[in-house]
């Protein structure tokens, strides 16, 4: 089932359950998704969608440590329970083994040996693993390999 079709269903399920969370974070990537099919008058793919999904879950993860600076509990668990929900429609994250593998096989295949590679190196990795790894994380990854 398209991305498309699952996000309305689970909409209409939310809905009818009465999960106002699950509702509300599945409009916002209803909304996220209109809002870039009318400004550049297309027709989103299925990978399109995820990099939508992907981008709102690390703004929620940015979002947390903002909310912990204001001890606000109540705002970090329910960003919490969205992102668990943002998730749920993203490709199945890769472990950090799986990572470290990619990483040295980059390694390998790009050269790099300074920081100065860092560029290079993350422009290698990244399309093998989006939608399935935060940069952030592969970053920290890339780090602990070069110096």
Do not use: C, W
């Amino acid at each position: 089932m398209p991305l498309k079709e699952k996000l309305m269903e689970d909409l209409k399920q939310s809905m009818k359950s009465k999960n106002k969370v699950k509702k509300d974070t599945v409009t916002m990537v209803r909304a996220a998704i209109k809002q870039r099919e009318v400004d550049e008058k297309i027709e989103l793919s299925d990978a399109e969608i995820v990099d939508i999904i992907a981008k709102q879950v690390k703004q929620k993860k940015d979002s947390i440590s903002d909310f912990e600076k204001g001890n606000r509990q109540d705002l970090i668990d329910l960003t919490k329970e969205e992102i668990k929900i943002l998730l749920e429609y993203l490709p199945p994250q890769l472990s950090d083994e799986e990572l470290e593998s990619i990483v040295k096989e980059a390694i390998e295949a790009t050269g790099a040996q300074s920081k100065k590679d860092m560029g290079k190196l993350m422009a290698f990795i990244m399309p093998k693993v989006k939608g399935k790894a935060d940069g952030k994380h592969v970053n920290e990854i890339v780090a602990k390999y070069i110096k």
